[in-house]
């Protein structure tokens, strides 16, 4: 199924997305980043999320400015203005999905397998919302190919398995879906991100609902 929609809520991302042993390497400084995006995507709405979001994008330039060399301050950078844009909604959000788009890159060059693998899920994500050419840069094929990999580096994350659900749901491939929810439903908890798993699987839950409905 193609798709030329406007960019979605991300949700994010984009989750996302350290064990235990990869956050301990994570600085205070992104680690505040990533205690913070999990507040605004989950207990704000409407203007408000998007204001937080935009004040947040603010915020993550300081973290990279300070933090050039450090993977997970870029990847962290890309999600929120990720969901920053899926927030705000419309072909407004397209700048902010592009500029989410180069820091998952620069945090790709810096250490691909960061966060394990958050960058691919999370571009992922981006390729399969953002508008096809000439208006944007979305590529279901590069969509589901970072999805896969995504998947491959982290087998048993929540966010990881969620994302590539959502795909399947979208492709009415209900069955498949609702194994990998299943799969994010029962990932291991992440210590310092019981809200982050919390709305996760608030999110698993509706899905889960909604193939049981259609079934």
Same mark, same amino acid.
């Given at each position: 199924?193609?798709?030329?929609?406007?960019?979605?809520?991300?949700? @994010?991302?984009?989750?996302?997305?350290?064990?235990?042993?990869?956050?301990a390497q994570m600085t205070p400084e992104v680690e505040a980043l990533q205690q913070r995006w999990a507040e605004v995507n989950y207990l704000l709405k409407g203007k408000s999320q998007v204001?937080?979001?935009?004040?947040?994008?603010e915020d993550a330039r300081k973290v990279t400015d300070t933090n050039a060399e450090n993977a997970e301050a870029w990847i962290w950078s890309g999600i929120i203005r990720s969901s920053y844009a899926g %927030?705000?909604?419309?072909?407004?959000?397209?700048? %902010? %999905?592009?500029?989410?788009?180069?820091?998952?890159?620069?945090?790709m060059t810096l250490n691909a397998d960061a966060?394990?693998?958050s960058a691919y899920t999370s571009l992922g994500v981006l390729y399969l919302n953002v508008p096809g050419?000439?208006?944007? @840069?979305?590529?279901?094929e590069k969509g589901v190919e970072y999805l896969k990999k995504g998947l491959e580096l982290s087998p048993a994350g929540i966010d990881s398995n969620y994302f590539y659900a959502e795909y399947l749901f979208k492709e009415d491939a209900y069955a498949e879906s609702a194994r990998y929810l299943n799969r994010a439903l029962n990932?291991?908890?992440r210590p310092g991100r019981e809200l982050a798993d919390e709305g996760r699987h608030g999110e698993i839950e509706a899905m889960l609902q909604e193939i049981e409905l259609k079934s």
């Amino acid at each position: 199924m193609k798709r030329q929609t406007l960019i979605i809520v991300i949700g @994010f991302l984009c989750s996302m997305f350290a064990a235990a042993t990869l956050q301990a390497q994570m600085t205070p400084e992104v680690e505040a980043l990533q205690q913070r995006w999990a507040e605004v995507n989950y207990l704000l709405k409407g203007k408000s999320q998007v204001e937080a979001f935009n004040t947040l994008i603010e915020d993550a330039r300081k973290v990279t400015d300070t933090n050039a060399e450090n993977a997970e301050a870029w990847i962290w950078s890309g999600i929120i203005r990720s969901s920053y844009a899926g %927030a705000k909604g419309g072909l407004g959000a397209l700048s %902010a %999905a592009k500029a989410a788009k180069a820091d998952l890159e620069k945090g790709m060059t810096l250490n691909a397998d960061a966060l394990e693998g958050s960058a691919y899920t999370s571009l992922g994500v981006l390729y399969l919302n953002v508008p096809g050419w000439p208006v944007g @840069f979305g590529d279901e094929e590069k969509g589901v190919e970072y999805l896969k990999k995504g998947l491959e580096l982290s087998p048993a994350g929540i966010d990881s398995n969620y994302f590539y659900a959502e795909y399947l749901f979208k492709e009415d491939a209900y069955a498949e879906s609702a194994r990998y929810l299943n799969r994010a439903l029962n990932a291991p908890a992440r210590p310092g991100r019981e809200l982050a798993d919390e709305g996760r699987h608030g999110e698993i839950e509706a899905m889960l609902q909604e193939i049981e409905l259609k079934s």
